[in-house]
């Protein structure tokens, strides 16, 4: 069965770095949309980052554009979600999802739940300020 595993949430100061990552298993490694969500507490699930893997576009919600950067290696079948210059608001439990095969993402899907059919378990972001 489909697992995503994700990985490398921890507490961090404020305006540090911290890499995630989400390794897929019997999950193909190319041809599906696979994105990143956070869920502050009381706050509904967002979409952060999310691309279609083997292509080059990249989408990115307004509030991470240009300190966040998502990547795929296909070899480890591993998501990426690289976050720079973090703030106290990118505090939350982040979650990898991902399609099913041949089912891809486009600007208006990506950061709604719909197109995803797996999902991780969450790993917890603490920035502290």
């Known amino acids: 069965q489909v697992q995503l595993v994700e990985s490398g949430g921890k507490s961090v100061q404020s305006g540090g770095s911290l890499s995630l990552s989400c390794v897929a298993s019997?999950?193909?490694?190319?041809?599906?949309?696979m994105g990143w969500f956070r869920q502050a507490p009381g706050k509904e699930r967002e979409g952060v980052a999310a691309?279609?893997?083997?292509?080059?576009?990249?989408w990115y919600s307004d509030s991470v554009k240009g300190r966040f950067t998502i990547s795929h290696d296909s070899a480890k079948n591993t998501l990426y979600l690289h976050m720079f210059n973090l703030k106290s608001e990118d505090t939350a439990m982040y979650y990898c999802a991902g399609t099913l095969r041949q089912t891809y993402c486009s600007g208006g899907s990506w950061s709604t739940e719909r197109p995803y059919n797996y999902w991780g378990q969450g790993t917890q972001v603490t920035v502290a300020s």
């Open positions: 691309m279609n893997t083997g292509e080059s576009t990249t």
């Open positions: 019997e999950y193909p490694n190319s041809r599906v949309c």
